[in-house]
């Protein structure tokens, strides 16, 4: 089984910066990949970015692309978004996933493990 845990959110203003943390508390070969993904009150959760768990590959949502950076330390088993140029619309929840295998990356229900989630709120 694979525990995620999320820290670094919290309230920043416009412009700003913050950096998620997820590290899993399982060192297992159980998970191939691990991405962030983001839900605003009444909107739907969306994808954000995702990296294969050696780093090899990311891939980002249109809405944080040139925006924010996901990377991870491989042998901490932890991943980490760098958010920068924060906006209003960037506030939400944000949950780190991890997926023990994948054929579609931005779709939620190809993930097997989930973070409690973490707020991440943007003032104008």
């Known amino acids: 089984q694979v525990y995620l845990v999320e820290s670094g959110g919290g309230v920043v203003q416009a412009g700003g910066s913050l950096r998620l943390s997820c590290t899993a508390t399982v060192r297992a070969a159980s998970y191939v990949g691990m991405a962030w993904f983001r839900q605003a009150p009444g909107k739907e959760r969306e994808f954000a970015a995702f990296?294969?768990?050696?780093?090899?590959?990311?891939y980002y949502g249109d809405s944080v692309k040139d925006r924010f950076t996901i990377s991870t330390d491989y042998f901490k088993d932890t991943m980490y978004l760098q958010m920068n140029s924060l906006k209003p619309e960037d506030t939400a929840v944000y949950y780190c996933?991890?997926?023990?295998?994948?054929?579609?990356?931005?779709?939620?229900?190809?993930?097997?493990?989930w973070g409690q989630g973490t707020q991440v709120t943007v003032s104008s």
């Open positions: 996933a991890a997926t023990a295998g994948i054929t579609s990356y931005s779709l939620a229900d190809q993930y097997n493990y």
């Open positions: 990296i294969s768990r050696k780093g090899m590959d990311t």
